[in-house]
Each structure stands twice: as structure tokens, then as C-alpha cells.
């Protein structure tokens, strides 16, 4: 049962001019399908092979000789929760349970904002930052290349990917205003409020 690439939840002008199509281009066309093409040849043959995405990350997590499977099975993961959080015209508020937690565990809508946007700005090099579930509480983190929330028991709720090649093309260096343009126009409530 190979691992396949899903196609993007939208067109790829849909995002413009915030990610461009060029970008998508590269990052789900290129980057993204290297992640499945190169986990696809290591499981081959394996007892992985016939395991669901999850379970080859929770399994690979813990072992040092399969390090190489668990960057490309995370990364294939990452991206594909990464593109569903986003969506044409998005940005805005959070409604419902998703406002009413988020206010709880953070205090304020605008502080959680500015806790997530922190920690994507500041990981150092490549890697991710999330809102996740940890029991009833809801966390900000950030994780380093291709590590994920799955791998430590965590149920994630929306990413931003922070490797230079989810920006770099239309933003060059200025991560921060990539950050800003995913919260403010891009960024889909409707499926984080749905990971709930
Ligand atoms: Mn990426």
C-alpha cells in the first residue's frame, strides 16, 4: 500500500499573492512528493509497508536505525496537515468551542497570536510551529526539521511550516511577514476548529 500525495485542498493561484503558485509549485510538486517518493523506496519490502502514515511516524519515532523513515514519513504528514490549514480568504477569528479554548488557555485571542507567531519566527533553522492538544490543554510548540506532534503523543491543530523553502521565493529572508501574511489572510479556522 504505497503512500501517495494528496492534491492540494485548493487551485494554485488560490493563495496569491500571499504563498504563491510558483511556490506550490515547488513545495507540494517538488518537496512535498520527494518526501512520499523516498519513504515509498524505504518501506518497500519492510513491515512498514503495509502500515497506515500514522503508525510508520509513531513506530520509526522510536528507533535510531530508522531515522531516515521517520523524516519522510513526518514530513509527508506535516505537509499535508499544513496545506488543509490554510485555505483562499482566510485568516479572520476563530468561532465557537475553538474561540472559547483558546481564550481559556491563553487569555486572549491576540495572545495566542502572539505566542504562535513568537515561536514561528524563532525556531532556529528549519522546522514547524503548532497549536496542539495536550490532554484537555492547548499548547503552542515548535519542532525542529521534521519532528511532529504525533511523534510525542500530541494531537495537533494547526501548523506553519517555517523551513525556508515554504517562503523563501516570495519572501526571501523576511520570515516574519510570511508568519503575519499565514494568520492574517491565510490561515483556515474551519479545519483547526475540526481537529478540536
Ligand atoms: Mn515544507
Redesign the pocket.
Known amino acids: 500500500m504505497a503512500i501517495v500525495l494528496p492534491d492540494l485542498p485548493y487551485s494554485k493561484d488560490d493563495l496569491a499573492p500571499y504563498i504563491s503558485a510558483n511556490t506550490l509549485d515547488f513545495?507540494h510538486g517538488k518537496?512535498?512528493n520527494a518526501y512520499v517518493t523516498n519513504l515509498n523506496k524505504l518501506i518497500a519490502g519492510t513491515d512498514m509497508e503495509n502500515l497506515s502514515l500514522e503508525d510508520i511516524i509513531i513506530k520509526s519515532a522510536k528507533d535510531p536505525a530508522m531515522t531516515g523513515i521517520f523524516n519522510n514519513g513526518a514530513q509527508v504528514w506535516n505537509?499535508t496537515f499544513?496545506w488543509n490549514c490554510m485555505k483562499k480568504n482566510g485568516g479572520g477569528k476563530p468561532s465557537g468551542k475553538l474561540a472559547e479554548a483558546i481564550d481559556k488557555n491563553f487569555g486572549s485571542f491576540e495572545k495566542f497570536i502572539e505566542e504562535i507567531k513568537n515561536a514561528a519566527v524563532t525556531q532556529f533553522g528549519s522546522g514547524w510551529a503548532w497549536l496542539v492538544k495536550d490532554g484537555d490543554s492547548l499548547k503552542v510548540m515548535k519542532t525542529s526539521n521534521a519532528d511532529t506532534p504525533l511523534a510525542h503523543g500530541l494531537k495537533a491543530l494547526l501548523t506553519i511550516?517555517v523551513?525556508e523553502?515554504?517562503y523563501y521565493l516570495d519572501y526571501q529572508n523576511r520570515r516574519p511577514d510570511y508568519v503575519s501574511a499565514f494568520f492574517e489572510n491565510l490561515v483556515n479556522w474551519d479545519f483547526v476548529a475540526s481537529n478540536l
Do not use: E, L, T
Request: aromatic share 22%; proline share 0%; hydrophobic share 20%.
Open positions: 513545495h518537496h512535498h505537509h499544513y511550516d523551513w523553502h515554504a
